[in-house]
């Protein structure tokens, strides 16, 4: 089983040294490249004014986030979704891992391992050098449904990149797990059908029936047959 975290995230800025924060997390599940139905999502006080910028991208106001938790109120619900064994997959994830480790380690915690994570942009770029990789270029190349997205959301873009990355790993033939833990084995045993054993039948031919046969072969003129029996 391949259990897979699709996340982003959405902020004040550009950089978390500059004191830029996360104000929205979005995340869901995929198991075997597909959705789960299982999810995360959270909007946070990033404890500063968000710039009118980063509202005109992701629409996220001071107003709108306000009551909403800290980071520091709300990392171990996050830590709890992603588990500690499941990969993490982010459009130009070094961005939104910067801000999560910068965050996490304000808080104590050693921050998320490299090694668990995927960034999918440079798995699109190597899938399609030289082509648009954005998520916007990579949804239409799919035929993915942009309708709902008019801003950037956390887990909106998260729920559009986990339709991309199905794609990206080959598309819905995922779904069928032929061969996995058995399942595909036991599929086929349900579908098999047993039949009876029947011996073949001999059929006798007339003798009329054989002469006219001999008589038909012998004004064939270069028969394909011959052409190849005298080829061997």
């Not at 909403?68 to 064994?85: M, Y």
């Not at 054993?197 to 029936?209: K, L, Q, S, T």
Request: with cysteine; charged share 25%; hydrophobic share 40%.
């Amino acid at each position: 089983m391949i259990r897979e975290i699709i996340f982003d995230t959405e902020t004040t800025g550009f950089k978390p040294e500059e004191g830029h924060k996360i104000v929205e997390i979005g995340a869901i599940e995929m198991i075997n490249y597909l959705p789960t139905g299982r999810h995360y999502h959270v909007y946070l006080n990033p404890e500063r004014p968000i710039p009118a910028e980063a509202t005109a991208i992701h629409g996220i106001t001071d107003e709108m986030v306000k009551d909403k938790p800290v980071f520091s109120q709300e990392f171990t619900n996050f830590l709890d979704f992603i588990c500690t064994d499941s990969k993490l997959v982010a459009h130009n994830a070094t961005f939104d891992m910067q801000f999560l480790n910068y965050e996490l380690k304000q808080v104590g915690h050693p921050g998320i391992k490299n090694n668990r994570v995927i960034d999918s942009l440079e798995v699109a770029r190597r899938k399609f050098p030289g082509a648009p990789a954005n998520l916007d270029a990579l949804c239409r190349r799919f035929d993915i449904d942009l309708s709902a997205r008019e801003l950037h959301g956390a887990l909106l873009d998260a729920e559009l990149l986990g339709s991309v990355w199905l794609e990206l790993n080959g598309g819905r033939q995922h779904g069928l797990d032929i061969g996995q833990n058995g399942a595909g084995e036991a599929a086929g045993a349900q579908n098999k059908i047993e039949r009876p054993y029947r011996a073949p039948r001999v059929f006798d031919i007339p003798e009329e029936e054989k002469a006219a046969h001999a008589a038909l072969l012998e004004k064939l003129k270069e028969p394909l047959w011959k052409k190849t029996a005298d080829s061997v």
